[in-house]
């Protein structure tokens, strides 16, 4: 059974820091690409960071620069270390596997909730 957790969302403060981590079972870690994306009320979901088997990073203009996605093969693990967050960055962010093996398998984690207000 596949499962992608995420974790370490909450309330922040403008100008403050967040890291979220989604631990994933059920899939070969390794030979996926992993994401990150959020979604605000009334909009899309938009990518926000994605990270390559290779470690290679790709990037919203909106966070670049901000952002890091980093992962842990030994862990099954992938972040985001947030800063400098914005009240627009506010919005569920879900984590998201991409399989590079035959079967292009796509799955989803069930979303956590980042809230950036004073």
């Known amino acids: 059974q596949v499962q992608l957790v995420e974790s370490g969302g909450g309330q922040v403060q403008p100008g403050g820091s967040l890291k979220l981590s989604c631990a994933a079972s059920g899939i070969n870690f390794s030979r996926n690409y992993m994401g990150w994306f959020r979604q605000a009320p009334g909009q899309t979901r938009d990518m926000v960071a994605v990270i390559a088997t290779f470690g290679g990073t790709n990037y919203a203009d909106t966070v670049r620069g901000r952002f890091t996605i980093s992962r842990d093969n030994a862990r099954n693990t992938v972040y985001l270390q947030m800063t400098k967050l914005r009240p627009e960055d506010t919005g569920v962010y879900y984590c998201?596997?991409?399989?590079?093996?035959?079967?292009?398998?796509?799955?989803w984690g069930q979303g956590t909730q980042v809230t950036v207000s004073s």
């Open positions: 998201k596997s991409m399989s590079m093996e035959r079967d292009r398998r796509e799955y």
